[in-house]
């Protein structure tokens, strides 16, 4: 029935049913028990290994639902400092043979005030937080650090980890921030800052920088050494895609923006892999791109996550998906 309806307001509508169910508390019967495979990354006591990515609950309104259906963590956002419309519709598009999206939605939110309002009011949820911020569109690169440093503090009471989304390829330029000097540039203001709000509130919120899938070799070394000599706390691999590959003939692969879904699985694998490598075990790396299927979760952790978030193949296959996906990290991970 979703899939006849255009794709943001089928969107809407489940959200606002997941909010509705879950009030009613029909949920945990529907659903069962989520997965419990508990575990300890960038020091956060995770339920199970299996994430809803940024860009779902963009108003961060549902994370409590999206627990229930079996997510032991949530990424909220992505928020900015003031709230923005996105860009004109239609912006989001199916490619459904191929279990994929084109989205160039310009990060649409209501801004991190009303957003952190949002999680105060409706955080009923055991499982992890993480909070997705960005810059606002019109703020300029130059100025882009200041948009973050507000984002941080404002959303440093309620967030478990706080993740830099410095890729999204529907924001003009933000891409030019992951290149190497302009990453660490802003990296090492967003840590001391991180230093100053957890000597001021006595807790410490880890900070996780989230990449592109669209980088060279050389760029993820750089950028790899950027975060090491940062002492980055953790890495979300990978944001949408700017290729088309594997959608080319579909009517939408005109449309501007980012690819997710399973055609870029490869893709992302690859970029977890490489800073896999780089990284080599110093920094955690949540894993996300292309997961459609159980064994596709598996071989993220094969490939060097220690976590994993869905976005696409959860719009194609539902909540089922999130516990075949926990339950076989689970026993992966047992073995
Ligand atoms: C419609 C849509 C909106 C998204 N919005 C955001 C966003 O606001 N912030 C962000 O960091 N990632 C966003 N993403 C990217 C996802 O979090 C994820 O990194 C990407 O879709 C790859 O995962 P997937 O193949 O499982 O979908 C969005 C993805 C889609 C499809």
Known sequence: MLFCL????????TLASLRTAEHLRLLPGLMGKPVDDPVTVMGLSFPNRVGLAAGMDKEANTAAAFGQLGFGFVEVGTLTPRPQPGNPKPRLFRCIPQQAIINHMGINNPGVDEGVENIRRTRRFNGILGVNISKNKVTP?????????????????????????FSCPNVPNLQDLAKADSAADLLSLMKSEQANLASETGRYVPLVMKVSPDMSEAQIRDLAHVFMDCQLDGLICTNTTTTREGVENSPHASQSGGMSGKPLYNRANETLAAFAQELNGSIPIIGVGGITTAEDAVNKIKAGASLVQLYSGFVYNGPPLVRAAASAIRDYCNR
């Open 141 to 165: 690169n130059d100025e882009a650090h200041q948009d973050y440093l507000a984002c941080l503090r404002a959303v440093w009471d309620v967030a478990d980890y706080v993740a830099i989304n």
């Open 6 to 13: 255009d794709p943001e307001t089928a969107h809407k509508l």
